[in-house]
């Protein structure tokens, strides 16, 4: 009734007197108005928080997904908020979500899921635009918070990581198999340029199986021997592989012997 009022530190006060708008914006602290023709609108200047509702939208792949955000905005311009716009909130919000409909649609769905901050710089620009010249709004921020898809595009995914590391194992797998190959390889060329090397090396496996404290002792038996065998039958004439062939084959007859006799030195003659 006598025209006093408080400013709070983190508003500003917009004056109408007689309905029409004052060029002056009253600072924080205690003010006087004329009670009968001025009205005191009091615009808080801090950052505001605005949710943005779940919208559910076609992307550009023709995926459909549910989007959430938030928006993070503040007063820059008290009269702006107060002359343009009629509830400036309300209006922040609706902007908010044709805008997040709009960016859904021209993005894809793995931008959605691992582009987050280039989606949200986007978001911030087309609702900045419209509010911060006309309504006296600064958007500060936007952030996404979930992005909700289709159970079967869950599975579709879940498939698609499994056969990923399924192949990511299967090439490393192989790629030790050939690293390995590649050493034997290395290791079979220096045992063969040092005879010696293949005989320790089978010293050193009787050692390490009869470690095992078992009652039967395996012996290897040694490659080269099987090939000196072979090239020993390689090289011999047709007539005595043909004779060893039989003798593999049939085992070996030998006719009874006929009666013995001396002669006059005691030596045997056959008969």
Excluded at 225 to 236: N, P
Aim: net charge neutral; aromatic share 6%; hydrophobic share 45%.
């Amino acid at each position: 009734m006598l025209g006093f009022h408080v400013i709070r530190q983190y508003e500003q006060g917009i004056v109408f007197k007689w309905g029409k708008l004052q060029d002056k914006v009253r600072p924080p602290g205690l003010t006087w108005l004329n009670p009968f023709s001025c009205r005191l609108v009091k615009v808080n200047m801090q950052t505001n928080v605005a949710a943005i509702p779940a919208q559910e939208a076609i992307t550009r792949d023709n995926v459909t997904l549910t989007v959430d955000a938030v928006v993070y905005f503040r007063v820059v311009d008290p009269i702006k908020a107060v002359v343009n716009v009629q509830d400036y909130r309300h209006a922040v919000s609706q902007v908010a979500q044709t805008s997040l409909r709009s960016v859904i649609g021209h993005a894809d769905m793995d931008q959605l899921l691992s582009e987050r901050e280039r989606v949200n710089a986007e978001l911030k620009d087309v609702i900045d635009a419209p509010t911060e010249g006309p309504w006296g709004l600064h958007i500060e921020r936007v952030e996404v918070k979930d992005v909700a898809l289709p159970d079967s595009m869950k599975r579709s995914m879940s498939r698609q990581a499994e056969a990923e590391r399924e192949r990511r194992a299967r090439v490393i797998a192989a790629d030790g198999e050939y690293q390995a190959s590649e050493k034997l390889s290395q290791a079979a060329r220096a045992m063969a340029d040092t005879p010696g090397a293949l005989q320790l090396r089978l010293l050193q496996t009787v050692v390490d199986v009869a470690a095992e404290k078992n009652s039967t002792l395996v012996m290897p038996f040694p490659v080269e021997l099987l090939r000196f065998f072979d090239q020993a039958i390689a090289g011999e004439s047709p007539a005595l592989a043909g004779i060893n062939r039989a003798a593999r084959v049939a085992p070996a007859t030998v006719p009874p012997s006929a009666p013995a006799t001396t002669d006059g030195d005691g030596a045997a003659v056959m008969q």
